[in-house]
């Protein structure tokens, strides 16, 4: 595969997280990244761990098919390993990492990667998702939207949670993460992120969710949510929980 010229949050957090599926370009943005802010692989390593348990407590309900949006690098944890035995479908909007994804993931018959926006449902393959999700629309499914939120504006989310809603069955599940305002101590840092870049204060994450109900862990900083061992002392650079879409 050709080297890309620009980096990707993606393989950035492939870095982090001491995985092999990446490029210069990222490791160079990600170290610049850390010299704004500070070491960044304890946060996404507790981001990582928190998407592991959310994926785990959805399938443990009896769902067994999961859609992905900005997937990014399949792998260190990723959803289909989190959950082997269920089906996924990864989506993103970056053709580099659309095509990485896809070479990791040949051969698979359980887990596949195409293009993806979150807020186009339409430019999802139908192939792919009635391949990877049958019984889509009639089954509950988990749908993952991890790190997108930060990057739309209130209107966009709450219209694109809103046209989930209605795309899955009643009983499906949402795993969705929000970013804080953690950056804001950084200025050069958030100025990397750039200008469509979103923080949000914890009271302003529930009304955007719309028709979703959150479980009863609510929307948290992601290691409080569900804890398996003690909560380790890093940023609560994010927020995250599980929604339902209801049966009635």
């Excluded at 990446?22 to 610049?32: K, Q, S």
């Excluded at 070479?103 to 391949?131: E, K, M, P, V």
């Excluded at 862990?217 to 569900?226: A, L, N, Q, S």
Aim: glycine share 12%; with cysteine; net charge negative.
């Amino acid at each position: 595969m050709q080297e890309p010229d620009q980096p990707s949050t993606a393989r950035m957090i492939d870095h982090w997280l001491g995985g092999r599926h990446h490029f210069p370009v990222d490791v160079a943005a990600a170290r610049a990244f850390e010299q704004a802010y500070g070491p960044c692989a304890p946060v996404f390593r507790e981001l990582r761990a928190f998407l592991g348990r959310a994926v785990g407590a959805i399938a443990a309900t009896g769902v067994d098919g999961f859609l992905v949006f900005g997937g990014g690098v399949p792998t260190m944890g990723n959803v289909h390993e989190a959950a082997p035995e269920a089906t996924v479908l990864y989506t993103d909007v970056d053709p580099v990492t659309i095509r990485l994804g896809q070479r990791i993931l040949a051969g698979s018959d359980r887990a596949g990667y195409g293009f993806g926006d979150a807020t186009d449902f339409g430019t999802i393959d139908r192939a792919q998702l009635h391949r990877f999700l049958s019984g889509w629309g009639r089954r509950p499914v988990g749908v993952v939207f991890l790190g997108l939120a930060a990057f739309l504006d209130d209107a966009t989310l709450t219209r694109t949670l809103d046209e989930l809603y209605e795309a899955v069955a009643p009983g499906s599940y949402l795993a969705i993460d929000f970013d804080t305002e953690e950056l804001a101590g950084y200025p050069q840092a958030l100025a990397m992120m750039g200008p469509q870049f979103r923080m949000r204060s914890p009271s302003s994450f529930r009304p955007l969710l719309g028709r979703w109900t959150p479980t009863r862990d609510g929307i948290v900083p992601v290691t409080r949510w569900r804890p398996e061992g003690p909560v380790p002392a890093v940023p609560d650079a994010f927020h995250g929980g599980i929604a339902v879409r209801s049966t009635g």
